[in-house]
T-cell receptor, first 112, second 115 residues
Framework: DAKTTQPTSMDCAEGRAANLPCNHS???????VYWYRQIHSQGPQYIIH???NNETNEMASLIITEDRKSSTLILPHATLRDTAVYYC?????????????FGKGTKLSVKP | GAVVSQHPSWVICKSGTSVKIECRSL??????MFWYRQFPKQSLMLMAT?????????EQGVEKDKFLINHASLTLSTLTVTSAHPEDSSFYIC???????????FGPGTRLTVT
């Protein structure tokens, strides 16, 4: 699976959009981009995933560049409960088969 | 979505004793379970993969005789830490691909402290 690079930490004001970048320059054509988050002392939680097109669900939006070498997770209106470590994961399995390989992620702190 | 539970949520044990952690899938059949370990301020590291009815596959550096995994049914996988030592203190998390959908379902984790 391709390696990802994320900033170590980010701050965001409550109510504002949080934009979390991820670089995956070695991604191959059959690899998906997945985002999970882990709130302190809990198991990871799925957020969203995509292959080529931008995606949106009730939690977030995922913007993937045309060359697929980077992506951005957008939390449109961050709340204090969104404070967590966010993991960008690239995988061929589509999350439904193999294990996930977690990097260090981005620690997002949402501040009042 | 699918629900995965773990029991206990936290446990303190003395060095040299064994501890069993249960991971249950509550509303679907989990053919495969992954077990991860997470040390403080670090990311999740895969320890082993268990498939129902067969022997677990361990990652390099994980002692199979120390971390015993049993996946005897489609709803239950257990991890037993044998002869626990303080360096085994960690956050243990299980996950499963569930019923073939696109996401993995994680348990809430078990905090193990060995004194």
């Amino acid at each position: 699976d391709a390696k990802t690079t994320q900033p170590t930490s980010m701050d965001c004001a409550e109510g504002r959009a949080a934009n979390l970048p991820c670089n995956h320059s070695t991604i191959s054509g059959n690899e998906y981009v997945y985002w999970y988050r882990q709130i302190h002392s809990q198991g990871p939680q799925y957020i969203i995933h995509g292959l080529k097109n931008n995606e949106t669900n009730e939690m977030a939006s995922l913007i993937i560049t045309e060359d697929r070498k980077s992506s951005t997770l957008i939390l449109p209106h961050a709340t204090l409960r969104d404070t967590a470590v966010y993991y960008c994961i690239v995988t061929t399995y589509g999350g439904s088969q193999g294990n996930l390989i977690f990097g260090k992620g981005t620690k997002l702190s949402v501040k009042p | 979505g699918a629900v995965v539970s773990q029991h206990p949520s936290w446990v303190i044990c003395k060095s040299g004793t064994s501890v069993k952690i249960e991971c249950r899938s509550l509303d679907f059949q989990a053919t495969t379970m992954f077990w991860y370990r997470q040390f403080p301020k670090q990311s999740l590291m895969l320890m082993a993969t268990s498939n129902e009815g067969s022997k677990a596959t361990y990652e390099q550096g994980v002692e199979k005789d120390k971390f015993l995994i049993n996946h005897a049914s489609l709803t239950l996988s257990t991890l037993t830490v044998t002869s626990a030592h303080p360096e085994d203190s960690s956050f243990y998390i299980c996950s499963t691909p569930g019923d073939g959908t696109y996401e993995q379902y994680f348990g809430p984790g078990t905090r193990l402290t060995v004194t």
